[in-house]
């Protein structure tokens, strides 16, 4: 199995993260927060469409594979011997978006 999943997550979590990180830094300024956000969410659909196979890929990750992640937050300009710790937090962040995801979906099914 391939991390193409897990990579589309990761190419879309941590910029967003990032990016709120840049646009909160100087106070509330929606127009000029708007702007910093809004680019980043091009990657959402993509990393959205396979989530739910992100899990798989990591069980049997190989170590190209886990190298291959590491690249991909090390070209988003970080520094490398953060690359594991960003990486590890950046999809627990987006595994629980999707779970707050099924959750609202739910909820909505009871109304």
Do not use: C
Request: proline letters at 4%.
């Amino acid at each position: 199995m391939d991390v193409k999943e897990t990579r589309e997550a990761l190419e879309f979590i941590v910029p967003f993260a990032n990016a709120i990180d840049e646009a909160t830094k100087d106070g509330l300024q929606w127009v000029k927060d708007a702007m910093t956000i809004a680019p980043t969410m091009i990657k959402l659909p993509a990393a959205l469409s396979g989530a739910s196979l992100i899990p798989a890929e990591l069980s049997d990750l190989t170590n190209d594979e886990r190298e291959e992640l590491f690249g991909v937050i090390a070209g988003l300009e970080f520094n490398q011997e953060y690359a594991e710790k960003i990486g590890e937090k950046a999809l627990a962040a987006f595994i629980a978006l999707g779970e707050l995801m099924v959750v609202i979906r739910e909820a909505k099914k009871k109304e």
